[in-house]
C-alpha cells in the first residue's frame, strides 16, 4: 500500500543536498586569522544556527576584541568572499547520501523535482555539483519577499512545477524549513536533524533511507 500519491519533490539545499558547512568553517577560520584569534572545528561548533552577525560576534568574544563598525563591516564582507571562494571547488563528489539515486529515480518515474533554498547561492552551487538537469526550477533567496520561515519558497517552487503543496513533499534540515513547509501544506521529512524530528511528518538520517515506491 502507498503511503501518499506523490507528484513532486522539493528539497531544501545546504544540508539535504549538499553540505557546505566545512566552507563556512574555513571562511570563518580566514576571518579569525585576520584578527589574530585562534579558532578552531571545535570554536566553530558554537557557531551553529548562528547569522553571520553574531557569528563574527562571537568570535570577537573568543579574545574579548572590540572593532569599529566600519572594520566589522569588512569583515563580514570578507567573509562571504572567502566563502564564495571556497565553493568554487564544489564538485560530484560533495554530494550528500541517497541524493544522487533519489534525483534519478524520481526523474525516470516523472515526478518533478525543484530546490527551495535561502541561499542567493543555490543556482551556482546545484551548477557545481552537476544537478541542474534535474530540477524543473530552483527558488532561491533572491527570489522571495518572505524567507523560511515563511513558506513562499516551497509555494512557489509548487506553483513552478504547476502542483498543488498536497501533490509534493519537502525535504528539510532545519527547523525553519519544516515550520515553513507545514504552514504552506506540504508533507514535511525532516533530514539529518534529529533535534527536528518531531516536528515534521517524517524523520530520516539522510535520504538513503527514503522508499520513494511508497508515494509514487
Ligand atoms: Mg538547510
Redesign the pocket.
Known sequence: MKNKEIKGLIF?????IVSTEHNHFLAWKKTADQLGVKFSEHENEKLKGLSRVDSLKAILAIDNLIISEKEFGTLMLDKNEFYLESIQLLNESNILPGVKNLLVSAKEQGIKMAVG??SKNAPFIVKLLGLDDYFELIVDGNMVADPKPHPEVFLNAAKGMNLKPSDCIVF???ES?IKAALDGGFHAIAVGNKNIAEMAHEYLNDLTEFKLDLYA
Do not use: K, Y
Open positions: 531544501d539545499l545546504d544540508g539535504v533554498s535561502s528539510e534540515d532545519a524549513g
